[in-house]
């Protein structure tokens, strides 16, 4: 049943260049109906804070990651707190977990 699910059994280098001319081409007729007439100005750059002016420096604007994510942690506090528990930061370890559970997947699908 796989063997007709693949169309193309070989690779064809001609069609893989055929397909990134045609690619071009419609990244440059996309490009080419943009809006000729416009100018860009100091404020078409900077970033939308919902109409409000952005302050002078950009460390003003910038979230750090604890602030971030506060939230979504704080709510998952007893599902994150065993996982930080379990990376020992070793790469052996990540290898060994990443081996049992090739093996599991393995497995299952033997027997699916």
Known sequence: M?????LV???HPL???LIGL???LVV???YRLG???FKETRYKREPFLSGNVSPGESKALHIGGSNLYWGFTR???KYFKPLVGAHTGIVNDYIYWFIITIAI???VLYFV
């Open 2 to 6: 796989i063997n007709q699910l693949v």
């Open 15 to 17: 069609v893989l260049i």
């Open 22 to 24: 045609i690619v071009g």
């Open 75 to 77: 709510a998952l506090k």
């Open 105 to 107: 997947v393995m497995v």
């Open 28 to 30: 440059y007729v996309i």
């Open 35 to 37: 809006n000729p007439s």
């Open 9 to 11: 059994r070989e690779w």
